[in-house]
């Protein structure tokens, strides 16, 4: 694959960065060496155009041209109970908690885990599990996405999750990055893995939230190894400053006879762009990419999502709803490869969006590679307003047009909603919802 | 004072007028079937009463209970008291039934002045409403009308009427598309509901539904305007001799979309 780039100058201002964090940060040579091998295909690579394909709708120009401060030192000023707005209510939950993309083992809840279960921030896996810091790099591809090698360039912080095999952990395990007013004009590089085990099975919620309307840059990337028979389910949580600009990339490999149910909610920032990227490698294997995307303002929200189904006899369902108000911009780009041996493949791909206000718009773009030729794949897209009908149908019954309008905006992405199966995050999720469009 | 005046209403859909200079007077404890043929206005009358924006009144006026209805937005109306029970339900995916019925019964609440009742409270109401209709509770927990039959969305219709409680009920066809089981249990839920205080315009093209609901008063509707009036015994009179006795036949056909 090759991808046009801007040429070197967006590099540049990236290169200080690279060398404070090359002269300053202890990290093992084999880092070391990740980071510039990184670094070299970033700066080969520049930012993505317009011109590239997969960047098409989304401009990272608003990116490109800010000279970002790299937030390599612990700077957060948060305390323990601003974080409950975050935790969906819950307490029990095993909570791994970064503020300014620096972990924070006094904000977070990682006592009496699970059998297990093993949660290590990244930097303590360098010296204390360095068979599994040498997997970091192994799953997402860094050489061909200019984003998530300027993250393996710059990756100081994350987190580690592991799954022995045949464990099932009962309580979700989340991931909670937390961005203060300290991170102004800094970037942050959170990369994290989790591997489940054979047979096991695991909740994750990877939240992204902001206590500030700072503008920052958060630039991450999460890999992901789902061993054979096991399970992961998989929640994205993007809630970053309303001027905040996020990137993320999630990539999975999946083996045998492996689920991935993945769920991405993206309600935050100026500029969004998430990535869930799944191979399905093994036999019987299935993947749900589930997703809502909330936008309003001058919003700019983009979900990529990539489904390769590498082997026969798997499925794939995909339903991604977004609700756009205002002058805000989504996109959609699902695309699904289908091996020539992958057989029997049983894909669904269906995007629907809600336009709020008549300047609000969506690219919508589904795309289907299929090379074997005994295959199920389908896909669909809507773009719809509120139905006259029902409002009308809500107003004679006595509801008010406004909380009619809000009625039928939830109800639009109440299906989707309906999946998450952590019944904390789906009701934390519909009140935002609810709340979103007054 | 009566409590709906109609005066000279007309009303039009996009450029064609449907209502043409429409009077009718409706008092308290009184049941006023609505007859005519296919276009004639029936539907465009019901909505134009419950304040569909789609529909655009061009002249005459609309009293109800003293205030000018015209001036009122669909939901007031409803919070004064009218109900219109659609002809064709409309589907709201993603809404339960239970969700919408406390939430439209809250609204009438708080237009009288009174607290909202919680879920469990209402849990309450809906079982005896319930019984009313002969509907099931399981279909409370469903999206509201989301893969009803046509009957049971009729029933709805009745169920939300019975939970509402209004001065007004306006019954939009309320008999298409039922079996005569179903139109019984409809019909027996209209009457149940009959009070010295409130009254019921019954919109229908067939007398079948008037052997259940009984009216005081018949009006044949066409082209836009109320051609006759009587008792119950016209709608039978209408039964037996169709409508072109009336209109002359020039407007059994007309505008059978628009209706």
Known sequence: ?438 | MSLLEITGLRANVGDKEILKGLDLTVDAGEIHAVMGPNGSGKSTLAQVLAGNPAYEVTGGTVRYGGKDLLEMQPEERAQSGMFLAFQYPVEIPGVSNAYFLRAAYNEMRKARGEDEVDPLEFADIMEQKLALVDMDPAMLQRSVNTGFSGGEKKRNEILQMAVLEPKLAILDETDSGLDIDALRIVADGVNALKRPDNATIVVTHYQRLLNYIVPDYVHVLANGRILKSGGKDLALELEEKGYDWLTGGSTAAVGAGAA
Not at chain 1, 139 to 167: E, M, Y
Not at chain 1, 179 to 186: F, I, L, S, V, W
Not at chain 1, 308 to 316: D, L
Not at chain 1, 317 to 346: C, M, W
């Open chain 1, 1 to 438: 694959m090759t991808i046009p780039v801007a040429a070197g100058s967006a590099a540049e201002s990236y290169l200080a960065s690279f060398e404070q964090l090359a002269t300053t940060d202890r990290a093992p040579e084999a880092v070391q060496a990740q980071r510039r091998a990184a670094f070299d295909r970033f700066a080969a690579l520049g930012f993505p155009t317009t011109r590239n394909e997969d960047w098409h709708f989304t401009s990272v120009s608003p990116i490109a041209d800010e000279d970002f401060v790299l937030l390599s030192s612990r700077s957060g000023d948060v305390r323990r109970q601003e974080l409950d707005a975050f935790k969906f209510g819950t307490t029990d939950w095993h909570t791994i908690v970064f503020v300014n993309g620096r972990f924070e083992p006094g904000l977070s809840d990682l006592r009496a885990l699970e059998p297990g279960l093993t949660i290590h921030d990244l930097r303590s896996t360098w010296t204390g599990a360095p068979d599994v810091a040498a997997r970091i790099g192994t799953i997402v591809d860094w050489q061909n996405h200019s984003f998530t090698a300027l993250n393996s360039a710059l990756r100081l912080d994350g987190s580690v999750v592991r799954v022995a095999k045949n464990a099932t952990i009962q309580r979700p395990i989340h991931l909670l990055f937390v961005t203060d007013a300290n991170a102004a004009k800094g970037m942050l590089h959170p990369r994290n893995l989790i591997v489940v085990g054979r047979n096991a099975s695991a909740t994750v919620i990877e939240s992204y939230v902001s206590t500030t309307d700072a503008m920052y840059f958060t630039n991450a990337v999460t890999e992901v190894s789902i061993e054979d028979g096991a399970t992961l389910r998989h929640y994205k949580i993007q809630r970053e400053g309303r001027r905040a600009f996020h990137v993320g990339t999630i990539e999975a490999k999946q083996a045998r006879d492996s689920h991935f149910v993945s769920f991405s909610f993206a309600a935050g920032a100026a500029l969004s762009r998430t990535n869930v990227y799944t191979t399905l490698g093994g036999e019987g294997c299935g993947t749900t990419l589930n997703g809502l995307y909330l936008l309003d303002g001058e919003q700019h929200g983009d979900h990529q999502t990539q489904v390769i189904h590498a082997e026969p006899n798997c499925f794939s369902r995909e339903l991604y709803k977004g609700i756009l108000d205002g002058r805000s911009h989504g996109v959609f780009n699902g695309k699904v490869y289908v091996h020539p041996i992958a057989q029997k493949t049983d894909g669904k791909q269906t995007n629907n969006t809600l336009l709020l206000s008549d300047t609000a718009h969506i690219d919508t773009k589904p795309q289907l590679e299929i090379f074997a030729d005994d295959v199920k794949c389908t896909h669909g897209a809507t773009v719809g307003q509120i139905d006259r009908t029902a409002l009308f149908y809500l107003e004679s019954r006595g509801i008010n047009a406004a909380q009619a309008r809000r009625l039928l905006t939830y109800a639009f992405a109440a299906d989707v909603l309906e999946t998450i199966e952590v019944d904390a995050i789906r009701t934390g999720l519909e009140a935002m919802t609810l709340e979103r469009f007054v």
